[in-house]
């Protein structure tokens, strides 16, 4: 029995030397210490203006802004943030129109309303992002919607003075629902600030009778009114 063992042992003890026969064996390739370099190439900056195709609108520049802040209504006074100029070269009004900017840091996003024919606003950043106006990836339109509501002094004559706006029906019957729209307006410069519009809202209003009122954020020297509805 002790010489069986001792026959194995010798048996298994070759059988490691010789490599294990018939046991294929694979070879690891040496690490690269030196891989193929991968080169970036950073995408082109856009250069304003820019047509959009869509509409026809153009994106004259994008800036950084200071000042108040008008488009949720605050009047915060804010700095550093985005500003896209937008111009409506058409003879159409704009009801409402999105765009959106990209930067190697995310995407700004720009939403303006009630805009007329043949004029300029600075939209500023809805979420009040800061940017780098030298370093724009892309600027597109995402949404455009036209409205063919004009302003009519034939059948609504309206006033500014101050903070109160004066509206006077015209008409020959009475004017049930009347909603005015103005935006902030810069007249130095020629160009509405904000892509944001406000209302103010009278009823009721009888031929030839005239009403008063004291919008928010209305200042005849620095609003003007943009459209009129009438029901």
């Not at 194995?8 to 018939?22: E, F, P, R, S």
């Not at 949720?72 to 900017?101: H, K, Q, W």
Request: proline share 5%.
């Amino acid at each position: 029995m002790e010489c069986r063992w001792k026959i194995a042992l010798i048996l298994a003890v070759a059988w490691t030397l010789c490599g294990c026969a018939g046991e294929k064996t694979t070879e690891v390739a040496a690490f690269q210490t030196n891989p193929t370099r991968v080169t970036h190439v950073a995408p082109a900056s856009v250069a304003f203006p820019v047509t959009l195709p869509d509409s026809g609108l153009i994106a004259e520049e994008l800036r950084q802004y200071r000042g108040a802040y008008w488009e949720d209504g605050s009047g915060d006074y804010v700095e550093d943030v985005a500003a896209l100029m937008i111009c409506n070269p058409t003879d159409r009004m704009i009801a409402f129109a999105s765009f959106t900017v990209d930067t190697p840091t995310g995407k700004l996003y720009f939403f303006a309303y009630r805009l007329p024919p043949k004029s300029r606003c600075l939209v500023l950043e809805y979420n009040r992002k800061s940017c780098d106006p030298q370093k724009v990836l892309d600027c597109r339109e995402l949404t455009v919607r036209w409205d063919t509501q004009e302003l009519s002094r034939e059948e609504v004559h309206y006033v500014g003075f101050g903070s109160a706006m004066t509206i006077v029906n015209q008409h020959s019957r009475e004017l049930e629902n009347i909603t005015v729209w103005y935006k902030q307006y810069v007249a130095s410069e020629n160009y509405y600030l904000g892509g944001a519009a406000y209302s103010a809202h009278l009823f009721g209003l009888q031929p030839g009778q005239q009403r008063t009122v004291t919008p928010e954020h209305y200042d005849a020297a620095h609003s003007r009114i943009v459209a009129i509805e009438l029901q």
